[in-house]
């Protein structure tokens, strides 16, 4: 099944190892994880087989992104600690089975420094899908919203085309966040019935608020539709902030036509 739950904002209401029962009970056969480096592999382990889902994407170690700092991939001094991170993520994605891990790119504070940035960037993404497709682990990157996360270095899907344009490596691909873009560039539909076959994975939530479907503003019947008929053929992680408890905000599962995402996956790493 191609549908996942992103258990870093979904079933909260119980620590993270509880968290993938819940999602199996909630009709989930895969989840992602956005940071499970707090936990001990052989725990996540444990959780993953107990409950008899498939882990399909994890985030490198991102140093001090996620307390408001710069972060670590796009950050010039800090090639030794991204390259300490590929290897802490892979021995978490060998032991997990995940085939898709992501890359963020981080902040960039400085005025003026964004092209330094961006190239420290780039040097650093092929360094991971390099040491990642010997492994058929696909490397993905993300585009994230500057109203959210202001000075983000890559935050619209141009800048993502940009990228994989200019690297053209066979084992890198974007991550397209629903959310994410529908702020910075809107027609979310458009982009991806454009660019699917550069898509390694896609994450969705609604808008405003980052909440489950149909409770924004977003039309996911349309989203759907145009996803199932695009080149994608990865997985469709639902990951949203729920506006009440998990288990409450699952109507759209019933609501929306979900058969397609039935299909076998087509995403794997590339050498």
């Not at 509880?18 to 444990?46: M, S």
Request: glycine share 8%; charged share 25%.
């Amino acid at each position: 099944m191609r549908l996942a739950a992103n258990l870093s904002l979904m079933f909260t209401e119980v620590p993270l190892l509880q968290r993938f029962q819940k999602a199996k009970d909630a009709g989930f056969k895969t989840v992602e994880i956005q940071f499970p480096y707090e936990e001990k592999i052989e725990d996540l382990v444990k959780a993953k087989e107990a409950a008899n889902v498939d882990v399909c994407l994890i985030n490198l170690p991102a140093g001090d992104l996620m307390q408001g700092g710069e972060g670590l991939a796009c950050v010039p001094g800090k090639e030794k600690e991204f390259e300490e991170a590929i290897k802490l993520g892979f021995q978490y994605a060998k032991a997990l089975g995940v085939k898709c891990v992501n890359v963020l790119p981080g902040r960039c504070d400085h005025a003026g420094e964004a092209e330094v940035y961006t190239e420290v960037f780039k040097k650093n993404l092929v360094k991971a899908a390099s040491a990642l497709a010997k492994h058929h682990i696909l490397v993905v990157f993300e585009a994230i919203n500057t109203k959210d996360m202001p000075g983000f270095l890559i935050h619209n899907t141009q800048q993502m085309l940009d990228v994989l344009t200019e690297l053209d490596h066979p084992n890198i691909k974007m991550q397209f966040d629903v959310y994410h873009m529908h702020i910075m560039d809107g027609n979310v539909d458009e982009q991806i019935r454009n660019h699917g076959h550069l898509i390694g994975h896609i994450q969705f939530a609604d808008y405003p608020g980052r909440g489950e479907p149909l409770s924004g503003n977003l039309n996911f019947k349309s989203l759907f539709n145009d996803i199932q008929h695009s080149h994608y053929k990865g997985y469709v992680a639902a990951e949203y902030k729920p506006t009440g408890k998990t288990e409450d905000s699952l109507a759209w599962m019933e609501n929306l036509d979900l058969d397609w995402l039935q299909t076998q996956i087509e995403v794997h790493g590339n050498g």
